[in-house]
């Protein structure tokens, strides 16, 4: 193991060239510093990169013990190896001198970071699977960071006994906001979080910190044990709201007799604590394991396509057998994801199981996103030093590469994604209509700004679907539209208005209902058939959700396919207005 040095971070990321044969992997590793902005003032802390990384892998924030150096304690804790071993990022606060306050203001600087290193200014990470830990008296920073934006944070571990009683600072909590630029919102609800703690016996701040997190866990009695741990309390059997979105996973841990930090101590802990991660979705952002691909038998495929390493996850349930043909639905990550992380994000791979057809999770090529900035964060339809990318070949050829392989039904081929991979499904509805017989986007429409390719549009028209949140910056907008009974930004408005006429639909013949939390909006032709949806859902910034990914399947794309004549039909019936025109 490099003994470790601090290098310094590059004034231009732009000047670091990409491997194509590893498009997603960060281009810097090692030590650097950074710099966070709390309340107007600057503080430092310390970023380790293992090499080799792949972007949006976990990251870990940690409160270390005052009085020593961040470089020593790195590696002499274990934490450089955990990083090293488990594929992290790892980040390092710094106490100002005289060591850790516990008064809030050093809890706010653990948020801070927290913000800061989604900025994506030197590497890609997700808000999905950010963790805490806390270390000697480093330990109640961790806890009170969590305890203030407690639905941000995917889990929390410390060791040590805390110096304050978190119910002393129950009701504290950051105020909700958005981050500029960056999709990120900080919605700061309490809401349910695994935690372990490591303590030398159960003293009265610990006692406090547990039942505090007991509480907001909707922990059950008795506390069993195992696993290095003393005492767990699991979360209530009974369940009152569908598990669709959200599970109730939460357990608080408690290991009792032994606070000291090692390799293996790290490591039985984050064994636990890294299972969960939390997506967006309405309301609050929603708690989950992790579902691997590889864990569930998603198969991963790789193939070199217009010069540049391209992979996608392929989820074919046992159910779909070899002596008949499926549908299949291509699934696609929003900007700065990954395949890994889409698929379980979505969960449609359930969906796949219980309505049985083939899913395949695509990754995207690459873009410069800022000015001067990564030249490889993943996006769809983005551009390499001023060369469009491809991306409708990429999906053309993976599509005809599974097809070749797998028994696909070449009349029910569908897509849908989000954000990033919502405006390339749109792209899809519009420039491969031939290959797909209906597309969905989330959080995401065609903008000319956004899509750095053209491409030729195709015949025949086919069906869309739009789903977005009522808070989300990126397409809606505040106000009334005098046309449409939402309002989206402008250029989402302009794609609207484009399909209204494409389709030849009147926008004055729109049915409306609510199922809640999404207010619908249909467009239907002269024979009733919905070429246009529009789903708007309540409390919901930019952001997609399990359940979007059953409704989008059944009571979208299963009600549309492509007959033996190649015809598009909707339930049974040839959609006529399309059939003679072919509108490309």
């Not at 897509?415 to 995401?444: K, N, P, R, Y």
């Amino acid at each position: 193991m490099d003994k470790l040095t601090v290098k310094s971070l590059p004034e231009d990321m732009a000047s670091l060239p990409v491997d194509f044969t590893e498009p997603n992997r960060t281009l810097l590793h090692g030590c650097f510093w950074e710099q966070a902005n709390i309340a107007g003032k600057e503080r430092k802390f310390l970023t380790y990169i293992p090499k080799d990384l792949e972007y949006c892998q976990p990251c870990l924030v940690v409160a270390p013990p005052s009085g020593h150096d961040p470089l020593t304690y790195l590696e002499a804790s274990g934490l450089r190896a955990l990083a090293d071993q488990e594929r992290l990022f790892l980040f390092l606060l710094v106490p100002e001198k005289g060591g850790w306050q516990t008064d809030g203001g050093d809890a706010d600087y653990m948020n801070t970071v927290y913000m800061a290193i989604q900025r994506r200014d030197f590497y890609v990470t997700m808000q999905d699977n950010i963790y805490a830990c806390g270390i000697g008296d480093g330990a109640v920073i961790a806890h009170q960071a969590a305890q203030r934006m407690t639905s941000e944070w995917s889990g929390l571990f410390s060791f040590g006994a805390l110096t304050r009683n978190l119910l002393e600072t129950r009701d504290a909590r950051v105020a909700s906001q958005e981050q500029n630029g960056s999709e990120l919102r900080i919605a700061a609800v309490k809401c349910q979080l695994p935690v372990w703690l490591a303590v030398t016996s159960m003293d009265e701040h610990t006692a406090a910190a547990v039942n505090y997190w007991k509480a907001e866990n909707h922990a059950a009695e008795p506390p069993l044990s195992g696993q290095g741990a003393d005492l767990i309390w699991m979360p209530s059997p009974v369940r009152r709201y569908s598990e669709v979105n959200e599970e109730q996973i939460a357990q608080v841990r408690v290991t009792l007799g032994n606070e000291d930090v090692s390799l293996e101590s790290l490591r039985r802990m984050w064994g636990y604590i890294g299972l969960a991660r939390r997506h967006r979705g309405y309301g609050q952002k929603n708690l989950r394991y992790f579902k691997r691909p590889s864990d569930l038998g998603a198969v991963l495929q790789q193939r070199e396509i217009g010069g540049m390493d391209r992979l996608w996850y392929e989820y074919v349930p046992e159910s779909c057998t070899p002596d008949r043909k499926w549908p299949l639905v291509v699934a696609m990550h929003g900007r700065g994801g990954t395949a890994e992380t889409f698929f379980d994000l979505t969960n449609l791979f359930q969906v796949a199981e219980a309505r049985k057809f083939i899913t395949v999770f695509p990754q995207a090529g690459i873009h410069q996103q800022k000015l001067g900035g990564l030249k490889n964060v993943l996006y769809w339809n983005g551009s390499y030093e001023g060369t469009p990318i491809d991306d409708v070949a990429f999906i053309r050829a993976m599509v005809a590469d599974v097809e070749s392989r797998l028994p696909i039904d070449q009349g029910r081929i569908y897509a849908c994604g989000q954000s990033s991979g919502g405006i390339m499904a749109d792209v899809l509805s519009t420039c491969a209509s031939d290959l797909f017989t209906a597309c969905a986007s989330w959080s995401g429409m065609y903008h000319p700004k956004k899509v750095h390719g053209t491409y030729p549009r195709t015949a025949p028209v086919i069906p869309t679907l739009f789903l977005c949140g009522a808070e989300d910056a990126f397409c809606t907008e505040r106000g009334e539209d005098p046309e449409l009974p939402f309002r989206l930004i402008p250029e989402l408005r302009r794609d609207i208005m484009e399909k209204l006429e494409r389709c030849q639909l009147d926008i004055k013949r729109i049915q409306t209902w609510t199922t809640d939390p999404i207010t619908w909006y249909c467009w239907p032709d002269e024979q009733g058939v919905p070429m246009l949806s529009v789903g708007i859902v309540r409390d919901m910034p930019h952001a997609n959700y399990p359940e979007e990914s059953w409704i989008s399947y059944d009571q979208f794309f299963s009600g549309f396919y492509r007959n033996e004549k190649s015809q598009l039909c909707w339930r049974g019936k040839i959609i006529e207005s399309i059939q003679d025109t072919g509108k490309a």
